[in-house]
């Protein structure tokens, strides 16, 4: 299969290699001037977590391009969520008919999200990956498991086509039947956690602050009623977040899901992305119904987006 990756970011650069190593062929889109600043290399330090954990160390080959051509069997999308506007307008004039899989965190609805293509050219999905770039040096890693939204009504052969190509390279899918209430819980809960980065400076260092995982439960909480005004339900493990005590939850994250040497702890090490945009995206949303988020604009105050909200 001929894939075309949308920008050479984290996870598109991951996925590409573990595609590429299973036979497709893989070539990255960039915006101009990027091909030369990127170079034709780059070197990866990342966990490979689909058959056991294995460290994959190399410099990589990689082919790109400033245009987008018409002869690829699917288009993959992994992009800033403040990006994929920009994105959607690109290949609405450009990918024609390529079925596109759009793998990515959103707060907007499905539909405007992407405007102006075509729901049923479009498949949304979610990566089971993390860490950061620096310096053409790639350092994170990705797990077994990819979120895929259930084929919607003219979707099933993109589905298939989709599920085909991660299977062929041993990524197992755990199939979502409510892809949008998903990705609400999924981005309000980037949103409790980029609070927390907000506040600390960056993502690897809010694992030296024990409090920072307890105020995540905290930060959901206040978000529940966003949450509800805009349609969403949220599901167990937003519930679990709001209904643990707040030191108990901090000690879960801490030792269990962010234990030292786990591949999530070593994922946000890794991690130096900006953030704040998730945070300033929910403020923008309770503003217009009224709903006091004071957790979130308070660490909006000191952030670059404080003028935004």
């Given amino acids: ?27 990255f889109y960039v ?8 170079g034709s ?3 990866l330090e990342m ?38 506007p920009e994105a959607a307008q690109l290949l609405s004039a450009a990918a024609g008919n390529t079925p596109i899989l759009i793998f990515n965190n959103l707060w907007q ?23 950061g770039i620096e310096n053409n040096r790639l350092r994170g890693g990705f797990l077994k498991m990819v979120f895929l939204e259930k084929p919607r009504v003219g979707t099933k052969h993109i589905n298939q086509l989709i599920q085909a190509c991660f299977e062929s390279a041993h990524f197992k899918i755990s199939w ?20 927390e980065v907000l506040k600390r400076g960056s993502f690897p260092a809010i694992m030296n602050h024990k409090d920072s995982f307890s105020n995540v439960g905290l930060n959901i909480r206040e978000m529940i009623p966003v949450l509800k005004a805009r349609g969403a339900k949220p599901d167990a493990i937003t519930l679990l977040l709001t209904k643990l005590p707040p030191a108990l939850l901090g000690v879960l994250f801490n030792r269990v899901v962010f234990a030292k040497g786990s591949l999530p702890r070593l994922f ?6 900006k953030a704040g945009f998730a945070v300033l995206e929910v403020v923008r949303e309770a503003k ?22």
């Avoid at 299969?1 to 893989?26: N, P």
């Avoid at 400033?66 to 969520?81: A, F, Q």
């Avoid at 946000?268 to 992305?273: K, T």
């Fill in 41 to 43: 290399r780059i070197d």
């Fill in 47 to 84: 966990w490979d977590a689909r058959k056991g954990k294995k460290l994959i160390k190399e410099s990589w080959s990689i082919k790109l391009h400033e245009e987008i051509l018409p002869h690829y069997d699917l288009i993959i999308v992994s992009v800033n969520t403040e990006q994929l």
């Fill in 176 to 195: 979502v039947k409510d892809m949008q209430n998903w990705l609400w819980n999924h981005f309000a809960m980037n949103a409790a956690m980029e609070t």
């Fill in 31 to 38: 915006r101009k001037g990027r091909k030369e600043t990127f």
């Fill in 109 to 131: 609805d499905l539909k405007s999200s992407i405007a102006p293509l075509p729901m049923n050219n479009v498949v949304f999905g979610f990566p089971g990956a993390g860490g």
């Fill in 268 to 273: 946000m090490e890794y991690n130096n992305s």
């Fill in 288 to 309: 217009k119904t009224g709903i006091p988020l004071p957790r979130l604009t308070k660490a909006l105050e000191n952030s670059e987006y404080a003028k935004q909200k």
């Fill in 1 to 27: 299969m001929r894939i075309l990756f949308f920008g050479r970011g984290l996870i598109s650069t991951q996925y590409a290699w573990a595609l590429e190593q299973a036979g497709h062929t893989v070539e």
